[in-house]
């Protein structure tokens, strides 16, 4: 696929999708934000795919919507602009039936915090920052942070960092929970590759409807839950790999899933 702000390619079952405007930290124009959306599709359909890593370009992993960019365009709408440009990306991570890792390689400011929030896995190099810096040009939160964020640390954290702009480091997002692992210097590609590897050989159907169950848990009672569980482990239970892993474990080998 041809694209002008992102690089896409697939090797290995692992699509690399990356943030190409490393002279604006990869900011968000327009056209990036259709980009992402377009590349997103392309993941669903593409059976070969079983795990995705989103990243960026140069030092910033997305310092959030290009202003600059957004100045010159005349009047927008800031409702029109999120329905129309973040928020079929953030609904596109969440339904895709695959993982989602997020390399972050330096800052996530803004719409840029919410994507990375938006993905499965987060691994950050030890550099790396968050940031929800709405506030400081007068805005609230959007493109999913304020969903992501105090269910991940709570209203009374989620409040500060939102109310205050606080840049959170690599240490700080670790210990409240907010990413998976830090990346010692040099070693966030050798680090997020253990994540890869493992994914691009899981059960990838499995995978899928796991993310599934847990987004819908967030807003679920207990009762509903158990009833969801019943009727995700029917769909999970006629799968290839599911018949792969009985197999597997009665001839005592590692089983080799398909992803089907």
Do not use: W
């Amino acid at each position: 696929m041809n694209f002008q702000f992102i690089k896409y390619h697939v090797a290995g079952g692992i699509a690399t999708i990356i943030l190409n405007r490393p002279e604006v930290y990869n900011a968000l124009n327009d056209e990036i934000t259709f980009e992402l959306q377009d590349a997103l599709k392309a993941v669903a359909k593409d059976e070969q795919v079983r795990v995705v890593v989103l990243t960026g370009e140069g030092k910033a992993f997305c310092s959030g919507q290009d202003l600059k960019a957004s100045s010159g365009a005349g009047k927008r709408s800031f409702k029109e602009s999120l329905t129309k440009r973040y928020n079929p990306l953030i609904m596109g991570m969440r339904h895709l039936p695959k993982p989602i890792i997020c390399k972050l390689n330096g800052v996530a400011a803004g719409a840029g915090c919410s994507i990375a929030l938006a993905c499965d896995i987060i691994v950050a190099a030890s550099t790396a920052t968050l940031i929800e810096v709405f506030i400081n040009i007068g805005l609230v939160p959007d493109s999913g942070s304020s969903y992501f964020l105090p269910r991940a640390i709570g209203t009374v954290k989620a409040f500060e960092l939102c109310s205050m702009g606080t840049k959170v480091s690599a240490a700080e997002a670790l210990r409240l929970g907010l990413i998976n692992q830090i990346a010692e210097e040099g070693k966030l590609e050798e680090a997020v590759k253990r994540y890869t590897d493992y994914f691009a050989q899981a059960p990838t159907k499995a995978i899928g409807l796991i993310k599934k169950m847990l987004s819908k848990s967030a807003v679920s009672s207990l009762e509903e839950m158990l009833e969801y569980e019943a009727y995700l482990q029917e769909i999970a239970g006629t799968t290839i790999d599911h018949r792969e892993g009985v197999q597997a474990f009665l001839e005592k080998r590692k089983p080799v899933f398909t992803g089907k």
